[in-house]
């Protein structure tokens, strides 16, 4: 048998949501009722029009005429252009600067198999774990610096004093609910241009910002097209988490230190590790930019914000200081009385309550627990009452 590749033992033993999960499990085996505002999956069900044009794509399948093969690696052009289309239609990209994907996980995971490792690497703190531990699987484990979000910042990422190559910035964030000022954004894109970075935008909820003057996109950013690559996913805006669809931003004029065209080279791997994703979920994806479609999705991203919005003004009305929770689903909750996050989690579930302690995001999510408001009014209702009694 061959030797493990060495990396993958300095993960963390356990993905950090497996051991909240294990006591949450145990909990339940005493027959309560866990009130789960943990969760970042979705709850509600599919929009009907997404349903339809998978239903109408397998009939397709059943024709010789209309039956599909091996699609391309990158995705349907008819799905790259309604993107184009409805969410840059102002910023002049070609269709061939699109590729879809098989969800961000896949794409934020294997982006970084792109790039040397010895590629210096920046990742927030608190953040979605993934990041960390695909460079740790890259072998980057002792090149990763932590850019903190703190409180006195407001949970803005501060600019380095050392030269990065590589920096994930993630905005409507995930876990603090906040999105990144405009300033904050152009101080990382006119870094990235000093210092020849990269920067991998994270939008995975960005269907979920309502605020006028909230950047929506990194390419709101003068210069960001010549530093920047975005992804954004069909999961948290339309429900997509099991169907599994995404899609990456890579400008063509974006180069390596090597000169070589980053765009290219995402084309290049993917059609060797890749074989894109299936025509149906591509077809339900595309259904989501239809007039109908939009108001379908529009109504369930409406329903989990006023969800939200109960969540951080009930919390408010106790006496929690929260952040987040008015452009994203996620309410950032400080922990009362300096309690340790992982005890408060305690202290919650105890109530049944089941939230993310800030600490699987990161160190400097210490203090913190993350509450979603993917959960039912219901379940938000019933958790509130149980925080006023503890
Ligand atoms: C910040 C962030 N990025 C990416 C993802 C992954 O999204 P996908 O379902 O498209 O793989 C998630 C999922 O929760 C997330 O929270």
Redesign the pocket.
């Known amino acids: 048998m061959p030797k493990i590749n060495s990396n993958l033992l300095k993960l963390k033993k356990d993905y950090f949501f497996n051991e909240i999960e294990k006591k949450v499990l145990l909990k339940k085996q005493s027959k309560a009722k866990i009130l789960n505002l943990g969760i970042?999956d979705i709850t509600q069900p599919l929009a009907p029009i997404v349903v339809e044009a998978m239903k109408k794509a397998a009939d397709e399948m059943k024709e010789e005429k209309t039956l599909k093969g091996y699609g391309p690696s990158s995705g349907y052009a008819f799905l790259k252009q309604k993107i184009l289309d409805n969410d840059y239609k102002n910023f002049y990209f070609e269709i061939d600067e699109i590729f879809i994907s098989s969800?961000?996980?896949?794409s934020?995971a294997n982006i970084s198999d792109l790039f040397s490792q010895n590629s210096k690497v920046g990742i927030l703190d608190p953040?979605?774990p993934?990041y960390t531990d695909a460079n740790i699987i890259n072998g980057r484990k002792q090149n990763i610096s932590y850019l903190p979000l703190l409180e006195e910042n407001n949970f803005e990422p501060l600019l380095p004093d050392e030269k990065l190559d590589i920096i994930y910035l993630?905005s409507p964030?995930?876990p603090t609910g906040q999105v990144f000022s405009k300033k904050t954004l152009k101080n990382w894109v006119d870094y990235a241009k000093k210092n020849n970075s990269l920067i991998i935008f994270?939008g995975?909820?960005e269907a979920f910002i309502s605020s006028k003057d909230s950047v929506k996109s990194i390419y709101e950013i003068t210069g960001a097209k010549d530093v920047a690559i975005e992804?954004r996913?069909?999961?948290?805006k339309a429900g997509?988490?099991s169907l599994?669809?995404?899609y990456l931003v890579i400008p063509k004029n974006i180069k390596t230190l090597d000169n070589l065209s980053i765009n290219s080279l995402w084309n290049r791997y993917i059609d060797t590790k890749f074989g894109g994703i299936s025509y149906l979920i591509q077809k339900a994806a595309e259904a989501t930019y239809s007039d109908p479609g939009k108001a379908q999705i529009n109504s369930i991203i409406s329903t989990y914000m006023q969800n939200t919005k109960t969540l951080l003004f009930g919390l408010k009305k106790l006496n929690y200081t929260v952040y987040g929770g008015i452009d994203s689903p996620y309410v950032w909750c400080k922990c009362p009385k300096n309690v340790k996050s992982m005890d408060f989690f305690d202290k919650l579930l105890e109530k049944n309550i089941c939230a993310i302690p800030g600490i699987g995001f990161g160190s400097s999510g210490e203090g913190f627990v993350r509450f979603s408001g993917f959960a039912s009014s219901e379940i938000i209702a019933e958790a509130l009452l149980n925080l006023g009694t503890l």
Do not use: P, Q, V, W
């Open positions: 970042g969800g961000m996980k896949y934020l953040a979605y993934l993630c964030n995930n994270d995975a909820y992804m996913s069909f999961s948290k997509f988490t599994r669809c995404s």
